[in-house]
């Protein structure tokens, strides 16, 4: 198979024809379809992030067709159409059997492995690590099976690929995590990917108003086209005064979609009293933010992580694909742009400046 390799932080991503093991006991072997091309890989090949193992197949957004099942495989056979999940759920610990299965405490021993501790890819007999479980930049993944989630057949499987992270983390930003309710005001910080399927999100619970904040004027038009009822670029105009300014008494909800301090004090600084700030975005490896604890009492601000849009997946991805059948989940609109797994170095080029509402690789 072949696979789009990272081997050092800051260099380019190398094409290379890999070594891949059949499935082993709950793994399942899959043909990529697509793979959407998501900012934590960025990060990764960056160098943002510390703790990435090397050399590996990056991508935790993508979907795709079972093409073997390893042993003890229940409920997948080769031929389903799967969405792929960086969350593998145990199904069985705490918060898996509470309904929080994206806190599922069953993890891979190391970074970069399968559950057993080894990876199934290798090139020139030396281990490819496995990025998010799933590794989705390659023409064929081996994920653990918890990690796919089958769907319907009729769901175009290059935009199912899209709510395996970015569409699941912003809607569920929304509807799961901060149960926004029709009429609350909300602000969404950075409107890349994910933020701006919190502005859809926002758009699907009837928020009102729904307030798109970037630097780049490109991306806050993208917002408007997915539901944002106000712009305001942070480069130019205070994003706390416009967000004042505008609901009047601050945001209900404060969605911070984008890994920067200076961002996440804002986003504090804009709520309303009784607002909820809610952080997705994943800041370089070590950041620390600091902010007025007195506000948490005397105005009882709430701050909340939220990972994976609090997604119950075996539940949400399927009522994503549903929402999206039912034209009530744009999907398309988000896809600015395809590549083929060649130019994925285009690809995270476009990512960097700002052209692209999602880039998708297909196969
Ligand atoms: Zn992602
Ligand atoms: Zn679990």
């Not at 290059?158 to 509807?175: F, H, N």
């Not at 996440?264 to 809610?278: K, Y």
């Not at 849009?309 to 075996?314: E, K, L, P, V």
Request: with cysteine.
């Amino acid at each position: 198979m072949i696979a789009s390799v990272l081997h050092e932080p800051g260099k380019p991503l190398e094409v290379e024809d890999i070594d891949l093991q059949a499935p082993q006991e709950d793994e399942v072997l899959v043909q990529m379809t697509a793979s959407g091309v998501c900012h934590s890989c960025l990060h990764a090949a960056d160098g943002s992030w510390t703790w990435v193992p090397m050399p590996i197949v990056l991508g935790d957004e993508g979907a795709g067709v079972v093409e073997e099942v390893g042993p003890g495989v229940r409920g997948l056979k080769p031929g389903d159409h799967v969405i792929l999940s960086w969350a593998p759920a145990c199904g069985q610990c705490h918060y898996c059997s509470t309904g929080r299965s994206q806190l599922c405490i069953r993890t891979v021993p190391k970074r970069g492995a399968l559950f057993d501790g080894t990876t199934r890819m290798s090139l020139n007999g030396k281990p490819v690590h496995h990025y998010g479980n799933v590794a989705t930049y390659a023409s064929h993944s081996v994920v653990p099976a918890s990690c796919a989630i089958p769907i319907r057949a009729d769901m175009p499987l290059d935009k199912a690929a899209l709510i395996g992270c970015s569409v699941m983390t912003g809607v569920g930003a929304v509807l799961n995590t901060a149960q926004v309710p029709p009429g609350a005001s909300m602000a969404v910080f950075g409107v890349g990917g994910i933020g701006l399927n919190c502005i859809q999100g926002g758009a699907l619970v009837a928020a009102n108003p729904i307030i798109a904040v970037d630097v780049l004027d490109d991306k806050l038009d993208y917002a408007r086209s997915l539901g944002a009822t106000h712009t305001i670029n942070a480069s130019k105009d205070d994003p706390v005064e416009a967000i004042k300014d505008i609901t009047g008494r601050g945001a209900d909800y404060a969605f911070i979609a984008v890994g920067v301090a200076k961002t996440i004090t804002q986003a504090w600084d804009c709520l309303a009293p009784a607002g909820t700030a809610v952080m997705i975005g994943l800041p370089p490896t070590g950041s620390t933010v600091t902010f007025d604890t007195g506000q948490l009492q005397s105005d009882e601000k709430v701050f909340r992580g939220c990972k994976y849009g609090s997604a119950r997946i075996r539940d949400d991805f399927p009522r994503m694909v549903e929402l999206y059948m039912a034209d009530k989940l744009k999907i398309d609109e988000l896809i600015s742009r395809r590549f083929a797994l060649e130019e994925a170095n285009e690809a995270f080029r476009a990512l960097a400046d700002g052209e692209l509402a999602r880039g998708l690789i297909v196969f």
